[in-house]
């Protein structure tokens, strides 16, 4: 059965699902990535009695690829809209990318957000170097974008891999297939996070820094990770046998401290 909602932003629509009753828990995936990158967190955080939105970024999976801007202040936005849709603060799991609009968000509207979860955070530019970042941004450059992100994502992968890892790794190669999704996939990767960096110092809402050991996306993850936490005075969840996307590659560990955090930061319902 088709769950998905839409979200109805100025230049087109975003795609949502929402599972369970409860308090509010809204998950926004990063660069490349789709909604369903939540998939193993999700029926976790619902049984427990919460409300989860995961949402996919404009012009990934099927949000609309018809925005002018795909950067990381409108990501945030969107979150914004998306909360304020659905009534009531939240509790934002970000991932990479998505981990930079949720902390946006939480210094800059204080009281949409009740707690983040920073998962592989790109919260800095710096955290890559100079050359690599513009090697990437030449290499994810049209028309090779998607040729390069095939080969790269399952790196990122690094450590255990879900069981259905293939499967979904192929919806994520045939979202970016889809009209203009490629271009905007470009142009998502051109984003910065230095507006992010300079607002770490504003949030105030509770967090944790969940980091894959083995994240290839960080010379240093461990050192990335310890950063992040003291940025945001947050604390540090280091994951064993996980890359870049420790919620998926490992539930079994994540799932059961992010729960421990929702208890711990008093969202309940």
Same mark, same amino acid.
């Given at each position: 059965?088709?769950?998905?909602?839409?979200?109805?932003?100025?230049?087109?629509? /975003?795609?949502?699902?929402?599972?369970?009753?409860?308090?509010?828990?809204?998950?926004?995936?990063?660069?490349?990535?789709?909604?369903?990158?939540?998939?193993? /967190?999700?029926?976790?955080?619902?049984?427990?009695?919460?409300?989860?939105?995961?949402?996919?970024?404009?012009?990934?999976?099927?949000?609309?690829?018809?925005?002018?801007?795909?950067?990381?202040?409108?990501?945030?936005?969107? %979150?914004?809209?998306?909360?304020?849709?659905?009534?009531?603060?939240?509790?934002?799991?970000?991932?990479?990318?998505?981990?930079?609009?949720?902390?946006?968000?939480?210094?800059?509207?204080?009281?949409?957000?009740?707690?983040?979860?920073?998962?592989?955070?790109?919260?800095?530019?710096?955290?890559?170097?100079?050359?690599?970042?513009?090697?990437?941004?030449?290499?994810?450059?049209?028309?090779?974008?998607?040729?390069?992100?095939?080969?790269?994502?399952?790196?990122?992968?690094?450590?255990?891999?879900?069981?259905?890892?293939?499967?979904?790794?192929?919806?994520?190669?045939?979202?970016?297939?889809?009209?203009?999704?490629?271009?905007?996939?470009?142009?998502?990767?051109?984003?910065?996070?230095?507006?992010?960096?300079?607002? /770490?110092?504003?949030?105030?809402?509770?967090?944790?820094?969940?980091?894959?050991?083995?994240?290839?996306?960080?010379?240093?993850?461990?050192?990335?990770?310890?950063?992040?936490?003291?940025?945001?005075?947050?604390?540090?969840? %280091?994951?064993?046998?996980?890359?870049?996307?420790?919620?998926?590659?490992?539930?079994?560990?994540?799932?059961?401290?992010?729960?421990?955090?929702?208890?711990?930061?008093?969202?309940?319902?």
């Amino acid at each position: 059965m088709d769950t998905t909602r839409w979200l109805q932003r100025p230049e087109g629509r /975003l795609a949502y699902d929402v599972v369970g009753d409860g308090a509010l828990v809204v998950c926004v995936p990063g660069m490349g990535d789709l909604r369903q990158t939540f998939r193993h /967190l999700v029926p976790a955080l619902a049984a427990a009695g919460y409300r989860v939105a995961t949402m996919d970024l404009r012009g990934h999976g099927e949000s609309a690829a018809t925005f002018s801007c795909y950067d990381v202040p409108a990501a945030a936005e969107d %979150l914004r809209a998306l909360i304020d849709a659905l009534g009531g603060r939240a509790v934002v799991v970000g991932s990479s990318m998505g981990a930079s609009a949720a902390a946006l968000l939480a210094a800059e509207s204080p009281d949409r957000v009740a707690g983040l979860v920073l998962s592989g955070p790109f919260l800095r530019d710096g955290s890559m170097p100079g050359w690599k970042r513009m090697v990437f941004r030449l290499a994810t450059a049209r028309p090779w974008a998607v040729a390069v992100w095939r080969a790269w994502l399952p790196k990122l992968y690094a450590g255990r891999t879900p069981g259905d890892h293939a499967a979904f790794l192929a919806q994520v190669f045939a979202s970016l297939r889809l009209p203009r999704h490629a271009a905007a996939f470009a142009r998502t990767t051109r984003s910065s996070h230095a507006g992010t960096e300079a607002r /770490l110092g504003d949030i105030r809402a509770p967090a944790l820094v969940v980091m894959g050991t083995l994240d290839p996306d960080f010379p240093d993850p461990v050192g990335e990770a310890s950063w992040a936490a003291r940025a945001v005075r947050g604390d540090v969840l %280091l994951v064993e046998e996980a890359g870049h996307y420790p919620l998926s590659q490992r539930p079994d560990v994540v799932a059961p401290a992010v729960l421990t955090f929702l208890e711990r930061v008093g969202h309940r319902a």
